[in-house]
């Protein structure tokens, strides 16, 4: 079992960054793939990003490809968003989730633990 915790969530401008990070506590992040999700009101929770366990592997969103950027952190069981270029549309509720399966996923129901999430927004 594992537990993650969010956080770097905030108000931003569009066109601005933000960091996101999830921390990992109970088994060792680096035997989980690692995904970030998010949810805005009245939608579904998207796919953002995914990463392997090594990191060598990453998958992205179109709708976020080359603005956001996952890394991840064994040593300190952290996994990274690096979101930038902003958009008033990437406002939601983002979440990292765990996988233990080995494949770098895109749909929410491959993954077995979840964070709480944190809030970005981003205004216009």
């Known amino acids: 079992q594992v537990q993650l915790v969010e956080s770097g969530g905030g108000l931003v401008q569009a066109g601005g960054s933000l960091r996101l990070s999830c921390t990992a506590s109970?088994?060792?992040?680096?035997?989980?793939?690692m995904g970030w999700f998010r949810q805005a009101p009245g939608r579904e929770r998207e796919f953002v990003a995914g990463i392997s366990r090594s990191g060598r592997i990453t998958n992205y969103a179109d709708s976020v490809k080359g603005r956001f950027t996952i890394s991840r952190d064994n040593s300190k069981n952290t996994v990274y968003l690096q979101m930038n270029s902003l958009k008033p549309e990437d406002t939601a509720v983002y979440s990292c989730?765990?996988?233990?399966?080995?494949?770098?996923?895109?749909?929410?129901?491959?993954?077995?633990?979840w964070g709480q999430g944190t809030q970005v927004t981003v205004s216009s």
């Open positions: 989730a765990a996988d233990d399966s080995g494949g770098v996923y895109r749909t929410a129901s491959s993954y077995d633990f």
């Open positions: 109970g088994r060792t992040s680096s035997t989980y793939t």
